[in-house]
């Protein structure tokens, strides 16, 4: 739908950009500033060029954070699409248990993510936390804080847990918006519950899944306060992702030509991948 | 193809139904002769979908059973029954091809190779789908995808009875033509027990060999299209069917007389005097504008061009009354005189037709 | 007041929905838009709301340039296929929105709803919400709303399409009355001729995004200036056929001869087109320039008191429309009678060149 043009508009819209541009547009300047340059003690500055981009491209720490992070959000978003289809395909369509079920599915979303992180830190732990002190009684030997295996496992299950509401209430919206007369149609062709799922739930849920898995992987990608507050990034580097990494270089080692350099590339990966989403969301539109 | 009977069949949507409001569908007795061409005709809310949802098993009736070839289905699901169903909405798998769609339900019932191809091809060919068979099925027109929900029931060998419910709602006017007559053909072809539920009286008519009219839950009349038209057992089946419907004016009939708003028109049967509310109706076909003089006088309000004819609307008194006029008729003024062909009107009692004697 | 749109262009992406449209609207007047479905009609409406803006072209309300003026400031009503109320609102409340939002006192408010509801006959459902009344009470709701707002311009698109068939009549007869009495102009869109006849007023004829003709509806109907035109408005479709012209005969497809009376006299030597509709295909013979050609059935369509016969002749497809019942079996030969005076000639390039003589309208 067209827009028509109106020159009053801009004036409404003007105190916005100021404020935009005073917390956004001048911070991100300082940021493409600072890693350009070289900075000794605090004030002095030396224009570097590339330097920084380079020698974050090349390190081995820089590698090492992409890959963890590439594993955690390759994991967490083949856990969490199917389990949350799942979840949503065996919800209720009608009848009272529909608003007890989608206010069970929205509790874990609205938890403030440190408190989340705080939540399974203390469940886990192996001395009186509920999970902790299951799995251990059962015998195998788990401690998050020192094994790299339970940490891994510990961020994982928090993350599903925290996150697949937001898929489920997705998939089960598309899933509403199928007419009844799909699912009559497949009865009288004789269709088996496999095939109804496969050849109309699927295809009817296409966009919405697009976007649930879009916004997991970005959401993913970004992700520091959970992690961050569950194992701190440990034990050792186990679990720091590329976010957690980024803040201990910047703060930690008040490097910051190389955290403003990171900085830049971290958002130019997220920056393609929403270019991803708007293409392929646009492209399907088209197509359908 | 099957004979189905539908036995003290009752549907109420609701959990503990008491009074006769809460039944979408009351009690009927009903049998469709195997093969035979059906319309359920009737306004919104007079039970015909629920009706066909019973009969295609994806309601569970309230009370009574359905009987295929004397067989108790009641308790069996759809794909038990053997039927097809055309919604009225186009149903088709979008992931798949027209081949496929076509294809599916006999996929589904372990069919494949040869049979299932040469099957595909012969129901593709039958609805004009086969230059179409390779394309993506939800890239076709509503027309097609309706043909091919059309060829899904067709295809399967064996099909107890086709049910569609008001297939032709999204068809563009031009194109309901074709499929309608198409339909009628496949009838012709396939010979299997069809059955059609719509609100559109000309899709029914056109359509089926015995319509059945209902209304609030319940069957008013079942009849040839012929019959509905020329004997009409109720005012609603003389109001529903006919475009427009049948004029009915209150009356008080004696003898082989009716007199209606003080003017006498004659009838051409013998009728008890009665205190029951008396209704004569005739169809505006059969109503004939004359010179003013020449019979019950009456002020013409408006005439309405409809192209193949007119429609002159007119009052006899205070009751309007419409009339149909031939398209060359030059008509002027506003005042005229109409004329009833006593063959063709009936006298109802409480809504009800009453036969005099001759 | 006048709505005029003069050379109207609406392009989305490679699609042309509406070409080059000029068209004059008085005030008064119950315009008809008759079209297929995606001809075209609801983009034209929407453009002449002001809810999309067209690619080329200009929109003049009583001379004055519109075609940038968002909706909001028109004075435009719209009433939709889908009834569309807003369901936690009463009947009452529904009505009384486009006032409410306008800051009309109370007192006026009342009045005017209440005025609209009874000439809607409304007047005994005010209290309930939309979705306890029937299909045609919602439309009504909805025409009410559309109506109380006393817009100069009402549109509305297939309002009747998603009403029982019988209810589709008995409002479509309220509605001249309706549209006479607020004095807008009004447009309303529709895909089936015989609501256009119904309505009367005039009819635009719209065919891919192109109106070929506008002009009192039953003009249009009896003299289409195009064969286009003539399949919009014709139901059933009409029947057509190539002929050749000469000496004083038009030549038949298969041999037969007819003579070239009534539109077909005076036309030169040549190949036309004549197109004839379902009631002029005749099983009796009708008059005595009429020639009798033998079809073969197809199928045989009866509606109580008329028959639709589909035949083949020369493998062209025809519809008769007969009085009475005729019950013939597919593959049966037939009998049909054809009559130079009922006929339309078309030339190569579609346009009308003779129309039947009828009766002056009357």
Redesign the interface.
Same mark, same amino acid.
């Given at each position: 739908m067209d827009k028509t043009v109106n020159n009053r508009a801009w004036f409404m819209v003007l105190p916005v950009l100021v404020v935009m541009a005073f917390n956004a547009v001048i911070p991100l300047m300082t940021v493409v500033n600072y890693s350009v340059q070289e900075s000794f003690a605090g004030n002095v500055f030396f224009f570097e060029g590339t330097k920084w981009f380079e020698q974050v491209l090349h390190s081995d720490r820089f590698h090492a954070s992409l890959l963890r992070q590439l594993i955690f959000t390759g994991t967490i978003l083949a856990i969490e699409i199917p389990l949350g289809v799942a979840i949503a395909l065996a919800m209720p369509r009608k009848g009272p248990w529909v608003s007890v079920c989608l206010v069970l599915m929205a509790l874990p979303l609205l938890i403030p993510w440190n408190v989340v992180g705080a939540i399974w830190n203390i469940f886990a732990l192996p001395s009186f936390g509920l999970l902790g002190r299951a799995i251990n009684g059962l015998g195998i030997s788990y401690n998050f804080t020192r094994d790299v295996g339970a940490a891994w496992f510990t961020l994982i299950l928090m993350d599903v847990w925290h996150w697949t509401s937001l898929v489920v209430l997705l998939a089960y919206a598309g899933l509403m918006a199928i007419p009844d007369a799909y699912y009559q149609a497949a009865k009288i062709d004789g269709a088996s519950r496999w095939s109804v799922f496969r050849f109309i739930q699927l295809p009817k849920m296409r966009r919405v899944l697009t976007i649930a898995v879009l916004l997991r992987l970005m959401d993913s990608f970004m992700i520091y306060t959970e992690p961050f507050v569950l194992t701190g990034g440990g034990p050792g580097n186990a679990t720091t992702l590329l976010s957690i990494d980024l803040v201990k270089i910047a703060l930690g080692q008040f490097d910051l030509g190389p955290a403003a350099a990171m900085s830049l590339i971290y958002f130019l990966m997220v920056l393609a991948m929403s270019w991803v989403f708007y293409t392929v969301m646009t492209r399907d539109e088209a197509r359908a | 193809m099957a004979r189905i009977d539908l036995v003290n069949l009752a549907h109420s949507y609701g959990t503990r139904p008491r009074a006769d409001g809460d039944y979408a569908l009351k009690t009927i007795d009903l049998s469709f002769k195997a093969g035979g061409a059906y319309a359920l005709l009737g306004p919104s809310g007079c039970g015909k979908t629920t009706l066909l949802n019973l009969m295609s098993g994806l309601l569970t009736p309230t009370q009574g059973s359905i009987l295929f070839d004397g067989v108790d289905v009641t308790e069996r699901t759809s794909e038990e029954r053997n039927i097809a169903q055309v919604f009225q909405f186009p149903v088709v798998y979008d992931t798949m091809t027209v081949y496929d769609n076509l294809a599916f339900p006999l996929r589904n019932r372990g069919v494949s190779g040869e049979a299932l191809d040469s099957r595909v091809r012969k129901i593709a060919d039958m609805l004009g789908l086969t230059a179409s068979l390779n394309q993506p099925a939800r890239r076709l027109t509503a027309d097609a995808k309706q043909k091919i929900s059309l060829g899904r029931g067709l295809v399967r060998p064996s099909v107890s009875a086709m049910l569609f419910d008001e297939p032709l709602t999204v068809i563009d006017p031009q194109l309901k033509w074709q499929l309608r007559s198409q339909l009628k053909q496949l009838h012709r072809q396939v010979a299997t027990t069809m059955i059609y539920v719509t609100h559109d009286q000309t899709e029914a008519l056109t359509f089926a060999d015995t319509v059945i009219v209902m209304f609030d839950g319940r069957i008013v009349q079942i009849g040839t299209p012929e019959e509905l038209f020329e004997r009409p057992n109720h005012t609603f089946v003389g109001y529903f069917i006919g475009s427009p419907g049948m004029n009915v004016l209150p009356a008080a009939v004696e003898g082989a007389v009716a007199v209606v708003a003080g003017h006498s028109i004659p009838l051409d049967r013998q009728y008890e005097k009665s205190s029951a509310k008396t209704e004569i109706g005739i169809r505006p076909e059969f109503v004939h504008l004359a010179e003013s003089g020449q019979g019950v006088p009456v002020r013409i309000k408006r005439i309405d061009d409809v192209g193949r004819y007119k429609l002159a609307r007119v009052t006899l008194g205070t009751l309007p009354l419409n009339v149909m006029v031939g398209e060359d008729a030059k008509l002027s003024g506003d005042t005229g005189s109409v004329q009833f062909d006593p063959r063709r009107l009936h006298v109802y009692r409480d809504g009800e037709l009453v036969d005099g004697r001759v | 007041m006048t709505l005029e749109l003069r050379n109207v262009t609406k392009r989305v992406e490679s699609e042309t929905h509406v070409a080059g449209v000029s068209l004059t609207l008085e005030r008064g007047g119950l315009n008809v838009l008759l079209g &297929?479905?995606l001809s075209g009609k609801t983009t034209l409406l929407r453009l002449m709301a002001g809810?999309? /803006?067209p690619t080329e072209g200009k929109i003049l309300v009583d001379g004055h340039d519109v075609t940038?003026?968002?909706v909001r400031r028109r004075s435009v009503a719209m009433v939709y296929q889908q009834f569309i109320n807003y369901p936690n609102f009463t009947v009452y409340e529904n009505i009384a929105s486009p006032l409410r939002v306008a800051g009309i006192a109370k007192a006026e408010i009342d009045r005017r709803v209440r005025e609209s509801a009874a000439l809607m006959r409304l007047d005994r459902y005010l209290d309930r919400k939309p979705l306890e009344l029937?299909?045609g009470q919602q439309q009504r709701t909805a025409l009410a709303r559309a109506v109380v707002k006393r817009a100069d311009l009402l549109l509305l698109d297939e309002p009747l399409a998603n009403l029982? !068939?019988?209810?589709r009549?008995e409002l479509r007869e309220e509605l001249p009355k309706l549209f006479a009495e607020i004095g807008a102009i009004t447009v309303y869109a529709t895909?089936?001729?015989?609501d256009a006849?119904?309505l009367?007023g005039n009819t635009a004829t719209l065919s891919k995004g192109k109106i070929t003709q506008f002009g009192p509806t039953?003009e249009v !109907?009896r003299r289409p200036s195009d064969r286009e035109t003539a399949?919009v408005f014709s139901?059933?479709?009409m029947n057509f056929m190539a002929v050749h012209i000469a000496g004083g005969k038009a030549h038949l497809p298969g041999g037969a001869v007819l003579p070239a009376r009534g539109p077909l006299a005076a036309l030169a030597d040549g190949d036309i087109t004549l197109g004839f509709?379902a009631?002029h295909l005749y099983l009796r013979q009708p008059g005595t320039d009429a020639i009798a050609v033998t079809a073969k059935v197809?199928?045989v369509?009866?509606?109580?008191?008329e028959s !639709?016969v589909?035949t083949i002749f020369e493998g062209m497809r025809w /519809?008769a429309?007969a009085h009475g019942?005729h019950e013939l079996s597919?593959g049966a030969p037939v009998e049909l009678h054809l009559d130079p005076h009922r006929m339309f000639v078309f030339g190569h390039d579609g346009r009308l060149i003779a129309a039947p003589n009828?009766?002056?309208? &009357?």
């Open positions: - | - | &297929a479905t809810l999309d /803006v940038g003026t968002p029937s299909g029982d !068939y019988k209810l009549e895909a089936e001729p015989s006849l119904l009367g039953i !109907y399949e139901d059933p479709p509709r009631n197809a199928i369509e009866i509606t109580g008191s !639709y589909h /519809v429309l019942i597919p009828f009766a002056a309208a &009357a």
